[in-house]
């Protein structure tokens, strides 16, 4: 079962809102996904975002920053973990996990580092 978050909703409506200009209309759906959103990716006060337009187009705006910026940092990390496993320098991939979780705040990224982190505690 995949358990990872399914953000093409979110990123759909930040595609229209954010680099298209279609204006952000706060309907009990587009809150809800908002909220969920906001959940997945550590921000703490999204109902309060969400009172005003400009409000929720900031979380919106926020929201994918983090997805993004997370996403990046996540692949970077593991391109050189991998390296790093195939010449045998396991500390070295260690720490391109340990430097994943010291700076990540998306639950969902942090999972996978952490994963990667306790597989390669498991080799020498």
Do not use: C
Not at 5 to 20: F, M, T, Y
Not at 58 to 76: N, T, V, Y
Not at 85 to 100: L, T
């Amino acid at each position: 079962m995949d358990d990872s978050p399914d953000w093409d909703p979110v990123r759909a409506l930040a595609h229209g809102v954010l680099n298209q200009g279609i204006p952000l209309e706060l309907t009990d759906d587009v809150r809800s996904l908002l909220r969920r959103t906001a959940r997945e990716v550590a921000i703490s006060d999204a109902d309060t975002a969400l009172q005003t337009e400009a409000g929720a187009t900031e979380l919106l705006r926020e929201a994918m920053r983090r997805i993004k910026d997370g996403s990046w940092r996540l692949m970077r990390a593991l391109h050189r973990m991998y390296q790093d496993k195939r010449a045998g320098d396991f500390d070295s991939a260690r720490q391109e996990m340990r430097d994943v979780l010291a700076e990540e705040v998306v639950p969902f990224y942090r999972d996978v580092a952490a994963g990667q982190l306790e597989d390669l505690d498991d080799e020498p």
